[in-house]
């Protein structure tokens, strides 16, 4: 790829990465329900055209919105070791938890009203990061069996981020009244103990 193509991919990435963000912050401020396309490319400086680059519709780039703590977790895979995978799994988990939390609380709920009605669900991508960084992690610990052979790594990688989807959700139920972030981690340390090697 010569470095006029990088470029252009990385105006592109600039640009949908704007999108998104834009999208977030007008929908914490004033609800999913009225944004419109129109405002997210007033606000991001963009044409729509430029919007209908990179979504289809205002529904595909909210499902796909949260996917954005997957560039971030790019950026912080460094700080997990395979010498020990299981907590690099646990880190990684909580990490997602402890994105989702510091987002607006009433932008949360919208966010899983749209991922529920979405067509695409790339929430539940197996190609996004989160997806490859948990899957990576609960294989190392199966090949250094810290984790019982009984169970598929797709089984354990999908188990663990069920988890924390749920528990996210019933957070929301309950009003954000609990501290999340501290369950979570107590929790997963309850739900290693049914997978971990003894």
């Given amino acids: 790829m010569g470095m006029m193509d990088m470029a252009t991919v990385e105006q592109g990435i600039n640009t949908k990465t704007k999108i998104i963000e834009t999208a977030i912050e007008l929908a914490a401020k004033d609800g999913i329900e ?16 430029a919007f209908y680059h990179h979504f289809r519709s205002k529904e595909e780039l909210m499902d796909e919105s949260f996917v954005i703590y997957d560039q971030e977790l790019e950026l912080n895979l460094k700080n997990y070791s395979d ?9 990684i988990l909580l990490d997602q938890t402890d994105f989702v939390i510091n987002i607006p609380k009433k932008l949360i709920i ?22 490859k960084s948990v899957y990576h992690y609960v294989a190392r610990a199966q090949e250094n069996h810290l984790f019982k052979q009984k169970y598929s790594i797709e089984y354990i ?14 957070w ?3 009003d954000f ?9 107590n929790e997963i340390d309850l739900i290693t103990k049914i997978f971990i090697n003894k």
């Fill in 177 to 185: 009244s609990y501290n999340i972030l501290k369950q979570t981690s």
């Fill in 157 to 170: 990688t999908e188990f663990y981020i069920k988890f924390v989807r749920g528990n996210i959700i019933d």
């Fill in 34 to 49: 009225g944004l419109t396309i129109r405002d997210i490319c007033k606000n991001a400086n963009i044409s729509i055209g």
């Fill in 110 to 131: 919208e966010y899983y009203k749209a991922i529920l009605s979405a067509v695409n669900k790339g929430a539940v991508n197996t190609q996004r990061n989160y997806y």
């Fill in 83 to 91: 010498k020990d995978p299981v907590e690099a799994l646990k880190g």
């Fill in 172 to 174: 929301c139920l309950h």
